[in-house]
């Protein structure tokens, strides 16, 4: 072969390596020494689960992002006995579990914020929870090997409620779920009460019992009263006469759903026999099924519908918005009765687990599944206190660790059909076609749901299959009211005045 030729042909090859070479991301090792630094040793407990948070995201403290957010790196692992004065060396061992196929060793070259989280709360699953606590982030250039010292000196303070005449909070201890767990469990709301609460002191009102929206707390009332233009209407004679209370979304695994599940206990009857009773009681409520009525967006919408479907004589009205897939046929684009994982779709592409109004995936099942696995304290979506973790707690049985027993393997995605049958039950489709001769006259007018077409987590295609089949129910004929907007995405019709004045128009009429 002649020499040009010979050049001809390896130019453009020798090429492509140089190029493919200096296209690649550098990586630097990188290793951290944390401390706890705090002003009160006794706030301080010795066992917990460590997290380090690594982002070039700068418009959010680190620890509130996601690692499924883009250049986002998270690490986490178990402590078991943390002496006082003594620092953990990340390169002095690996067992940490991560957001990716990653360690210390590979973290790609650049500016990020890092800070630290020191999970010592055991009542409650997320990671920012009251009397955890963290480091005040720090901005490093990560370039070559380096170690970065980070002190752990904060905590974060425990709940407040926004110090109003028409704001209260109550709190009760659940026997049903004291027995369950073996220890004292409590339950607690916020309540919104009207504006002629106190000025009528022999009246009493009509509820709505407001659900959150993914592991929301009693304390988003306070959302509500930094809005002006809300209180300002909330208090004129024009608003309706109705009591609001805020359920609490938290559970042992994440959000409790409020129903009974074989993991985190009979959340269902403490709600209906223990904690409705006594508030009714204590706040001037007629406390007859009328006059009670459940709403709720996203979780609260699926929590909502169900509380409406499983126990029909106790409330008059649902208003759901973007309710959770109701069902597990679309498990948002799992099938979860025939597909083989979780993870990838028939044509072997990644599953998507959120996308953007225009239909561009944002992260897939199989990234927030991995984000999961580095939130739980079993170093699995299981114990995660995120989603995926509460949904399997609720729906699935309990495993011979204790522990829920996964639907799908948190590495592989591998679908287990067994305990997929299990979820069936909390299938609402299924739930509502299987009890309809003695169900469907006692939900009739009774379910008002909305959804956007274009729901950010695909939960439009469930909605879309229940609706199918309650308009071609018969004895009776389904007057369910299920509304579709289209181009609209996940929560964005929800709204607590537009909620509140169609409570109040049915109970007038």
């Not at 178990?78 to 990340?90: L, Y």
């Not at 979304?249 to 006594?278: K, V």
Request: proline share 5%; hydrophobic share 35%; with cysteine.
């Amino acid at each position: 072969m002649k020499m040009n030729q010979l050049k001809t042909i390896l130019f453009p090859i020798l090429f492509l390596v140089s190029l493919n070479v200096s296209c690649q991301t550098k990586t630097a090792q990188l290793n951290f020494k944390i401390s706890i630094d705090s002003k009160d040793a006794t706030k301080v407990k010795s066992e917990g689960r460590l997290f380090l948070y690594l982002t070039k995201n700068e418009r959010r403290s680190p620890r509130s992002i996601s690692g499924t957010d883009k250049d986002t790196y998270v690490f986490a692992r178990n402590i078991k006995a943390w002496k006082r004065g003594e620092s953990i060396v990340t390169g002095a061992n690996d067992n940490w579990t991560k957001t990716g196929d990653w360690d210390f060793k590979n973290v790609p070259e650049g500016i990020y914020n890092v800070q630290a989280v020191w999970k010592q709360n055991e009542k409650e699953s997320g990671v920012n929870e009251a009397g955890n606590m963290y480091s005040e982030p720090v901005k490093i250039d990560l370039k070559n090997t380096q170690q970065v010292e980070i002190s752990i000196s904060e905590i974060i303070p425990n709940r407040e409620i926004h110090d109003h005449a028409l704001v209260k909070t109550f709190g009760m201890k659940s026997e049903l779920l004291s027995k369950f767990w073996n220890k004292e469990m409590e339950l607690k709301v916020s309540v919104l009460l009207p504006s002629s609460y106190d000025k009528n002191l022999d009246k009493k009102y009509p509820v709505r019992y407001n659900v959150a929206g993914y592991g929301g707390r009693y304390t988003r009332i306070n959302r509500l009263f930094n809005n002006v233009e809300f209180v300002d209407w909330w208090q004129s004679d024009e608003a309706p006469q109705i009591i609001t209370i805020f359920l609490d979304g938290s559970g042992p695994f994440g959000d409790s759903y409020q129903l009974n599940s074989d993991n985190s206990g009979p959340y269902g009857d403490a709600l209906i026999q223990e904690l409705i009773p006594a508030i009714e009681k204590e706040f001037r409520i007629i406390g007859t099924p009328a006059t009670r009525f459940v709403d709720g967006c996203s979780t609260g919408g699926w929590v909502s519908l169900a509380l409406q479907l499983i126990y029909p004589d106790d409330f008059n009205g649902c208003y759901s918005y973007s309710p959770d897939p109701v069902d597990f046929h679309k498990m948002q684009l799992i099938n979860l009765y025939k597909d083989e994982t979780a993870f990838y779709n028939n044509s072997n592409y990644l599953r998507p687990s959120m996308r953007n109004k225009n239909g561009d995936p944002v992260f897939s099942i199989k990234d927030e599944v991995l984000n999961e696995n580095v939130q739980g304290n079993s170093n699995s979506y299981t114990t995660s206190g995120n989603q995926w973790g509460a949904w399997n707690a609720l729906y699935s049985p309990k495993g011979a660790d204790g522990l829920p027993k996964p639907v799908f393997d948190p590495v592989t995605g591998k679908i287990d059909k067994e305990v997929a049958a299990h979820w069936k039950k909390y299938d609402l489709h299924h739930y509502a076609k299987t009890n309809w001769s003695t169900l469907g006259p006692k939900i009739q007018g009774k379910i008002y749901v909305w959804m956007g077409d274009m729901d950010n987590y695909y939960l439009n295609n469930a909605l879309r299959d229940f609706d199918v089949f309650l308009k071609n129910t018969k004895d009776p004929v389904s007057d369910a009211k299920i509304i579709f907007t289209p181009m609209e995405g996940h929560c964005s019709l929800y709204s607590h005045r537009e909620v509140l004045e169609m409570i109040w128009e049915k109970l007038r009429n």
